[in-house]
């Protein structure tokens, strides 16, 4: 089941903060959060295993509600270079990720 | 981090013609996946490709179609066969190992386009 991501599209000025949701109507046993530049393949950002932890990248972080089946990414004080489009994938044990649909997300300046 | 060299990084073919991509890991890997990307949408899993048995294809996806083969752990290939227009997409494969635990790591991808 594919995960929802919210919201799909969000345009920053250099500075501002943002927060990506993703949601699922599964149980989930880890999400994970990848970053993906136009042209470039996807790269990994970091991956939630425990619910309610949250686990840093740089500036980015992000949290995990096993409850409510759900996980945000948190990007503060964006920068430029965070432009691009991210994507929750959602796994189960062994299984292949899932991926949603994306967020969008625009820094200028 | 497990590094992997995808070829071609694009290519143009014509309709009914086959294209086949190579995916190269320079470690050896239990399973490795193939995605599609179409232009601005999400990564969909075609397959997953253990060496020694038949890939696993996802619903919507068939052997005929995109036959996989995985001679070793450390290789795989995804053809694209018979295609027609609705085929141009980006094709990538991954494999599990990167950066952090659990992580998945992408090849550059393929950029097909079918004429």
């Known amino acids: 089941q594919q995960p929802v991501q919210s919201p799909q599209a969000v345009i920053l000025r250099e500075g501002e903060d943002a927060v990506i949701n993703c949601s699922s109507s599964k149980a989930l046993y880890s999400v994970h959060w990848y970053r993906q530049k136009h042209g470039e393949a996807p790269v990994f950002l970091m991956i939630l295993l425990k619910g309610g932890e949250q686990k840093g990248h740089e500036k980015i972080s992000a949290s995990f509600n096993e409850k409510k089946q759900q996980s945000s990414l948190y990007l503060t004080a964006s920068q430029l270079s965070y432009s691009g489009t991210y994507f929750c994938?959602?796994?189960?044990?062994?299984?292949?990720?899932?991926f949603g649909k994306g967020t969008r997300l625009s820094v200028i300046a | 981090s497990a590094v992997i060299s995808q070829k071609p990084s694009r290519d143009i073919c014509q309709r009914g013609t086959s294209l086949t991509i190579q995916c190269q890991v320079d470690?050896?890997?239990?399973?490795m996946f193939w995605y599609r990307q179409q232009p601005g949408q999400s990564l969909t899993l075609i397959a997953t490709a253990n060496q020694g048995s038949e890939a696993t294809y996802e619903s919507g996806f068939v052997i005929d179609k995109f036959p996989i083969s995985r001679p070793n752990l450390t290789f795989s290939t995804l053809t694209v066969s018979n295609m027609s227009p609705e085929d141009s997409s980006i094709y990538l494969c991954?494999?599990?190992?990167?950066?952090?635990?659990?992580?998945?790591?992408f090849g550059s991808g393929t950029r097909l386009t079918v004429v």
């Open positions: 994938g959602t796994g189960s044990g062994n299984t292949p990720l899932v």
């Open positions: 470690s050896q890997v239990t399973m």
């Open positions: 991954s494999v599990e190992g990167g950066v952090g635990p659990r992580s998945y790591t």
